[in-house]
C-alpha cells in the first residue's frame, strides 16, 4: 500500500507508529491467545496478552479505517443548503409548553450547522428514554418546510408512525402554513387504495413536505419532488440496504439517524464511526422520575394485590412476560443439553404472556389486553389502540413494547422474570411509563432458587440468583441509560447489548469492546492521522491486506469487509 502521492509505504508508516509487542517467548504462535484456545482459558488476564492486543488492534484498525473513510466521503458530498427564515421553527417555539434544554438547543446548532455548510449531513443522535429526540427532529424538518423543500421521517412499525404522525399533526396545527393543514402525510402498507393514491400524488407534487412513514417509504412508487432531509427512528432496526434506499429517493438529502437505545462510546465508535455523534443525556425538567423497585418472585401475590389497588383507582399498566407461550423456550431449547425432565422444570417457571392473560382476566376481567410478535399487525395495532383510549387498563406483553410505544397515562411497568432480560432491555421497557404528569414506578420481579431446583446444571439458561440483586441493583440506582448501556456492555458484551444481528454490530474476533475501549480510541485516532496524512481513496482490496498478515504468519484472521458488515433485517 502507498500513500496518494505514491511514495510512503502505510505498512511501513504503521510500523514506525505501532507498538508491536514480541511473540511470547515460550514460542507458541499468536493463534493460542484467541479466547478458544487453553492459553486464555488458563490466564488472569486474556484480553491484556501482548499478542492478543496486537491482533486485537489490527482488528480495529481495519475498522476504522474503514468507517473513516466512509465519514470523509460522506463530508466530500454537496448537499443542499438548508438554512430556512425561521418562520416555522420560531412559531412552534413559541407554542410549546415547554423550553427546549440545553442538550436540545446544542444539538439543534450542530444539526443547522450541518445543514448551512453545502455539504451532506451524516449525524446519529442518540437520546435517552424521554430525551426529547423527537421535537428535534421536527424543528429539523420544518427547517427544510420553511424553504419549500421536502423531509421524511422513516420509523421501523406502523404503530410507531401513526403515533409520530398524530404528534406532530397537533404540533403543527396551530401554525399559520399550509403544513397545518395537509402538509403532514402518513405512508405505511395500511395505507390503500384511493386514500393511498392520493397520499403518492401529494408527496410526488410536494404538497407533502412531512412525510412519516415505514418501509414503505423507499418503495419505487414513492417519488418525492425535493426529498432533502431524512430522519431514521430506531435506525438500528433497519438493514444498511433499506436505509440507503430512503436515502437514495432525493438529490443526495441530508441525514439524522436517530435511535432510543443509549449506545456506550466504544459499541458507538465501531457502529457509527462513519457519521457525526450528538449525544442528548439531559432530560426536560418536568419528567418525573420512576420509583424502581427490584422484587422476589416469591412476593407474586402481593405485587398482584397492590396492582389490583392501582386499577381499582383507574392507572393503566404493562405486565411484560419473557415469552409468547410455554412451548415456546422446549423449541428454542431442542438442540440445548439439558434433558427432558429439566427441560420440562425449566419451561414451567418460566412466565408466559399468554398464559398471564389467562389468568389475569379471569381475575380483572374485560380490562385485560394482550400483545405479542406472532399477532397480526391489525390485531396487535387494535389491542394498543384499546389500551391507549382506556377500554383496557392492563396490557400483557412481550417485548414488542420496548420502543416507541407511547400511552402517556401508563404510571406502572412490571417485568416478570427480569433476570432473563438485558439492563438497557430494562431500561427501555422502564421508559415506556413515566411519560405524563403522574408518577410512576417499575417493578422488576426476579426468580430465585432456579439452579438449585435443577440440581446444580450449569447451563447459562439457568441464572443464578446469587447475582441477580447485584446486576439489577443498578435500575433501581440510576435512570442514565448511558450507564446502565456500559454495565450492560461489561456483562454481556456488544452483541448482546444490541442485538448483532439487528444492529449490524463488527463480528470482531480479537477485540472485547469493553476491555479494549482504551486502544479503540488509539485506533481511531490512528486512522484519523493517516487520512489527514494522504492516506486517502484506498480500495478494499487495499485496504483489506491491513489484516492480512495475521491471517499469512499464523493462520488466523479476519475480513475487513465482515468486521464492518451490516446485517439487513426485515422491518
Known amino acids: 500500500l502507498v500513500s496518494s502521492n505514491g511514495t510512503t509505504p502505510l505498512r511501513a508508516n504503521l510500523r514506525f507508529r505501532v507498538v508491536r509487542p514480541s511473540r511470547p517467548s515460550n514460542g507458541r504462535d499468536a493463534r493460542t491467545t484467541h479466547p478458544k484456545f487453553q492459553v486464555c482459558r488458563t490466564t488472569s488476564d486474556p484480553c491484556g496478552l501482548p499478542a492478543r492486543l496486537r491482533l486485537a488492534y489490527d482488528e480495529m484498525l481495519a475498522n476504522q479505517l474503514h468507517l473513516a473513510m466512509l465519514r470523509a466521503n460522506m463530508q466530500h458530498q454537496a448537499g443542499v443548503v438548508i438554512t430556512g427564515d425561521g418562520s416555522l421553527t420560531n412559531a412552534l417555539l413559541a407554542s410549546l409548553p415547554f423550553a427546549l434544554t440545553n442538550g436540545q438547543k446544542k444539538i439543534l446548532a450542530e444539526i443547522e450547522s450541518d445543514m448551512r455548510s453545502g455539504r451532506r449531513m451524516g449525524r446519529l443522535l442518540q437520546g435517552d428514554v424521554g430525551s426529547g429526540k423527537t421535537i428535534v427532529a421536527l424543528l429539523t424538518m420544518l427547517k427544510a418546510a420553511e424553504q419549500g423543500l421536502q423531509a421524511a421521517l422513516m420509523v421501523p412499525t406502523e404503530l410507531i408512525a401513526q403515533q409520530h404522525y398524530e404528534v406532530i399533526s397537533i404540533l403543527v396545527s396551530s401554525l399559520q402554513s399550509p403544513i397545518a393543514s395537509g402538509g403532514v402525510m402518513l405512508i405505511t ?12 400524488e401529494k408527496i410526488k407534487s410536494g404538497e407533502a413536505q412531512i412525510v412519516i412513514g415505514t418501509h414503505a417509504l423507499f418503495q419505487d412508487a414513492v417519488e418525492f419532488k425535493n426529498l432533502a432531509l431524512v430522519v431514521i427512528d430506531e435506525q438500528h432496526r433497519f438493514g444498511v440496504n433499506q436505509r440507503m434506499a430512503i436515502a437514495g429517493k432525493g438529490n443526495q438529502p441530508h441525514i439524522l439517524h436517530m435511535t432510543a437505545t443509549p449506545i456506550p462510546r466504544s459499541l458507538a465508535m465501531t457502529l457509527y464511526g462513519d457519521m457525526d455523534i450528538s449525544t442528548l443525556a439531559e432530560k426536560p425538567a418536568e419528567r418525573l422520575p420512576i420509583a424502581t423497585r427490584v422484587i422476589s418472585r416469591t412476593r407474586y401475590n402481593e405485587v398482584m394485590e397492590r396492582l389490583k389497588t392501582a386499577l381499582d383507582r383507574g392507572e393503566k399498566a404493562y405486565w411484560i412476560c419473557p415469552l409468547i407461550e410455554g412451548s415456546e423456550f422446549s423449541d428454542q431449547s431442542s438442540e440445548n443439553s439439558l434433558n427432558s425432565e429439566l427441560r420440562t ?28 410478535g406472532r399477532m397480526k399487525k391489525d390485531e396487535r395495532d387494535e389491542q394498543m389502540r384499546k389500551f391507549a383510549l382506556g377500554e383496557y387498563k392492563l396490557l400483557v406483553a412481550t417485548t414488542v413494547v420496548e420502543v416507541g410505544v407511547d400511552v402517556k397515562d401508563a404510571t406502572i411497568m412490571v417485568v416478570e422474570q427480569a433476570e432473563r432480560f438485558g439492563l438497557a432491555q430494562l431500561h427501555q421497557l422502564r421508559g415506556r411509563v413515566g411519560r405524563g404528569d403522574k408518577p410512576s414506578s417499575c417493578v422488576l420481579l426476579y426468580s430465585e432458587g432456579m439452579r438449585q431446583a435443577a440440581g446444580g446444571h450449569s447451563d447459562s439458561l439457568l441464572p443464578d440468583a446469587s447475582g441477580l440483586l447485584p446486576r439489577l441493583s443498578i435500575l433501581r440506582e440510576t435512570e442514565d441509560g448511558f450507564k446502565i448501556a456500559e454495565a450492560d456492555l461489561a456483562q454481556r458484551g456488544g452483541g448482546d447489548l444490541l442485538g448483532t444481528r439487528q444492529s449490524g454490530l463488527p463480528r470482531f474476533i480479537f477485540t472485547d469492546l469493553f476491555e479494549h475501549q482504551e486502544l479503540l480510541a488509539k485506533a481511531r485516532k490512528e486512522a484519523d492521522d493517516l487520512l489527514a496524512a494522504q492516506f486517502v481513496r484506498l480500495a478494499d482490496e487495499q485496504l483489506r491486506t491491513v489484516t492480512a498478515a495475521p491471517k499469512q504468519k499464523f493462520g488466523i484472521g479476519f475480513d475487513l469487509r465482515q468486521i464492518t458488515s451490516f446485517k439487513s433485517q426485515k422491518p
Open 189 to 200: 402498507g395500511s395505507v390503500k387504495g384511493a386514500a393511498r393514491k392520493e397520499t403518492l
Open 345 to 372: 422444570l425449566v419451561t414451567n417457571d418460566i412466565a408466559a404472556a399468554q398464559s398471564r392473560f389467562i389468568e389475569f382476566k379471569a381475575r380483572f376481567g374485560p380490562i385485560v389486553g394482550l400483545v405479542h
